[in-house]
């Protein structure tokens, strides 16, 4: 590999905008959050009960509750990865409105417990899905779409070889 062959292949991937990186830092701030409440409530379902559980009248709601916190996990850091490298900005967009609902609902009823930690993330969530929503997020998201299309059409057919004989 040349200096050139470097070089043209680092220009195909070119720095996202601040709106994007500000989206994504922004957007990152309840990943955490999921990943340790799926493994907080996996603990209390399963290994370590406890009386009363903390959100659901069961342990077995507890473990269940936890399973879905992990894969809300790993849906919003896969969002976050994607609106990152620009591959596609929906699932950021998605996540980040599930997200502000999830912590309105929270701060809304006050039987839950959000309270600040939840007021935190939710505007963390709405400075991300408004960074997400700027012009120049969308020809991130766009330009490098279509540069990975382009590369993939001019990318040769795989050369066949004569079998030996």
């Known amino acids: 590999m040349t200096d050139r062959d470097f070089d043209r292949d680092y220009d195909l991937d070119h720095d996202a905008p601040p709106s994007v990186v500000g989206a994504v830092a922004a957007g990152s701030v309840p990943v955490p959050f ?3 409440y799926a493994v907080m409530f996996v603990v209390h379902g399963r290994f370590h009960p406890v009386v009363p559980p903390d959100v659901t009248d069961t342990p077995n709601g507890e473990f ?4 879905v916190a992990g894969v809300l996990f790993l849906v919003a850091l896969v969002a976050v990865i994607m609106m990152l490298n620009g591959s596609r900005r929906w699932p950021f967009v998605v996540v980040q409105a599930a997200v502000v609902a999830g912590a309105v609902d929270l701060v809304v009823d006050q039987t839950r417990g959000g309270g600040v930690t ?3 993330i939710g505007v963390a969530a709405v400075v991300g899905l408004l960074l997400a929503l700027f012009p120049s997020s969308g020809r991130y998201v766009r330009a490098n779409r279509a540069s990975r299309r382009a590369r993939r059409r001019a990318t040769p057919p795989a050369a066949t070889y004569p079998a030996h004989s």
């Open 64 to 67: 269940v509750v936890g399973i």
């Open 34 to 36: 999921l990943g340790v």
């Open 118 to 120: 939840a007021f935190l």
